[in-house]
């Protein structure tokens, strides 16, 4: 429905008592900010201190390159008469969040309205939830209409899907990441489907009581979005430190990447892996044709004790431009120090050289 026609509606109802207008003298675009140390709605939920987030075995961003975001809209179509009333965006200083939202309280000013946004979001990472579906895609298109170049994005986080991929629950909607995950549930919420019509309220008869609870329904939605974040990152890195076999299971979440410093910074980093994850990340990364790194995991497995490593890590040698014949060193290096099962495909390495 067109806006003139959402807004004919409105001046055509009845009411059993006049409504008082007055003339409010706002800012074209409202701006309110807030700093808290802790989840509105979860008071155990304290904001850590932290410099990096882990999303996965070769994703891990800082902490001062996060925006979280989240939309209002007047509607869920893509027509030229819907577009954005309140952005929010939070951003982690310290031990605290700090929230900043964006109002638009005429939509004649919503070119202004995008250019704030450009800046919130520019030369950051987003964290959302569903927003590569839809926030995102919706606010570019009103970028298009208004012939705004799009702000450059570092990267996005999309906790709907990362959500979905680690926990069993997939929760497919926020409400449900939060009684699930964090294991609470909103009180006197306002919900997100009532946002357009508390906006155009607003836009008739200046009613601000519906909008502030719209702005509380997108202040808990960017501060979930945050401990949602802490969640995960400090489930992939206790997957990392105390569980076995973390290696496969965190994998998963993490596209290949090849200019991963996968010794370094993503694995030795945290702790000295055990014996079966040196494996798993070895094959992993022999199945991604990675075979350098591949031998080098496969040997580190073997000097920890575990002789069948050696054979996976002379094959994946071989597969190399001028390693051959440190592949055949091996093999002769291996043979008198190995079991008899480990020596028979040693063997057969030999005969290939």
Known sequence: MELAKKLNIYNKQKTSSPVRQESVSVAPVEVFEQKSTRHPEIPTKIYENKQ??????????????????????????????????????????????????????????????????????????????????????????????????????????????????????????????????????????????MAPQAYFEYLKFQRRDEILKVMRHNLLDIHTLASLLIEVSNAVQVSREYQPNWVKRVHKLSAPNENLNWQKEQILGYREPAIQDLWDLAEILRKEKKFKAAAGFYLKAYHRGLQKAIVPAIRALMKINNKQKTAQRLVEYALPRCEASVQIKLLRLHKKK
């Open 52 to 193: 990096f987030f882990n999303t996965g075995l070769d994703q891990r961003y800082k902490s001062k390159d996060l925006v979280f975001f989240d939309l209002e809209t007047t509607g869920l179509g893509s027509d030229a008469n819907n577009y954005a009333f309140l952005a929010g965006f939070a951003f982690f200083e310290g031990e605290s969040l700090l929230t900043r939202q964006l109002f638009l309280a005429s939509p004649g000013d919503e070119k202004e309205f995008l250019q704030l946004c450009s800046r919130e979001l520019s030369e950051k990472c987003i964290v959302s939830f569903n927003g590569k579906s839809f926030d995102v895609p919706y606010l570019r298109r009103r970028f298009q209409f208004y012939g705004l170049q799009w702000p450059r994005i570092e990267d996005h986080i999309d906790l709907y899907h990362l959500l979905k991929k680690i926990y069993p629950q997939k929760p497919s909607r926020l409400r449900e990441a939060e009684q699930k995950i964090l294991f609470f549930e909103r009180e006197d919420d306002l919900p997100g489907s």
